[in-house]
């Protein structure tokens, strides 16, 4: 749309645009505006510059609406960059905790609203920037507590991994031979430190709980013989293997193979030595096996 201006003085018409004609209709209405609170408003020349200086920016952004889109998309830019953020978060915390995708969603619906409508209005600008504002504090602050969580959750979840409560092997294991019994090699009586789980040769012998390979040898007593390092001073040992499937050093998971069962070493027959130390000192394995 473009309006025309004629006069005798001008040898050619003057086309404006739709454009020219509101930036001059906003800067009358700013003269106006101005000369107004000169006139009108009784006080000091400081406050009225006030008044003015507050006046000319509001008038101006209708001059170009396109930098406060701009603004808005940015702001929102932000606010989906921290929501895939929390979504990565909770995918993280899901797999700690053992849960499916579909299974969080499904435990945790969307909060319900609704109500009849009462004086409703319009957001302004102001009110939408406030808004938007308050939304972005609410998600970082969402997000120190979701990284708190998962820090947690990681901690409980190595020390689960580090308990070693998993039988080793798929079988029994003698219920009195931890503590003391009558040495089937001397006849005396001598403190066995370990639990016997009596299995054929190759049965595979399982990691009881996670941990650092500190040991994989032959030993005169022990046979063939793996030590796993759980932290925290406890440890596993794992004796009379016919094969042994790690090497000292490897970083071994809760319930990974790590030898099968033989009679190697000072054994009458074949069967897993299974013992559970702390600091060094021999534990009864059943307390642990039974948890």
Do not use: C
């Amino acid at each position: 749309m473009n309006i025309i201006f004629v006069s005798n003085n001008m040898a050619k018409p003057k086309v404006l645009s739709l454009r020219q004609v509101i930036i001059a209709l906003v800067l009358l209405i700013v003269a106006i505006v101005m000369l107004t609170v000169a006139i009108i408003l009784p006080q000091s020349k400081h406050k009225h510059q006030g008044v003015v200086q507050s006046l000319i920016p509001s008038a101006l952004n209708l001059l170009n609406p396109q930098e406060h889109i701009d603004a808005l998309a940015i702001q929102l830019g932000e606010i989906q960059a921290r929501v895939m953020r929390l979504d990565a978060l909770s995918d993280r915390l899901s797999t700690v905790a053992g849960i499916k995708d579909k299974e969080t969603e499904q435990a945790v619906p969307p909060p319900g609203q609704g109500g009849p409508e009462k004086d409703g209005y319009g957001l302004t600008e102001e009110e939408l920037q406030q808004k938007i504002s308050e939304l972005m504090l609410e998600l970082d602050s969402k997000s120190e507590r979701l990284n708190k969580l998962e820090t947690a959750l990681v901690h409980q979840s190595m020390q689960r991994n580090a308990i070693p409560n998993m039988h080793p092997v798929d079988g029994a294991y003698n219920s009195s031979s931890y503590g003391w019994r009558v040495d089937p090699f001397s006849g005396k009586m001598a403190f066995h430190e370990g639990l016997d789980f009596t299995s054929d040769i190759g049965t595979p012998i399982y990691a009881a709980a996670g941990g650092i390979v500190i040991s994989a040898e032959q030993t005169p007593d022990y046979g063939k013989i793996v030590k796993i390092d759980h932290g925290a001073g406890l440890e596993t040992r794992y004796a009379h293997a016919s094969q042994l499937l790690v090497k000292a050093g490897d970083r071994v998971e809760k319930g990974q193979l790590i030898a099968k069962v033989g009679s190697t070493g000072r054994s009458t027959g074949a069967h897993l030595h299974f013992e559970v130390r702390l600091n060094g000192a021999p534990l009864d394995p059943r307390k642990y096996l039974k948890s």
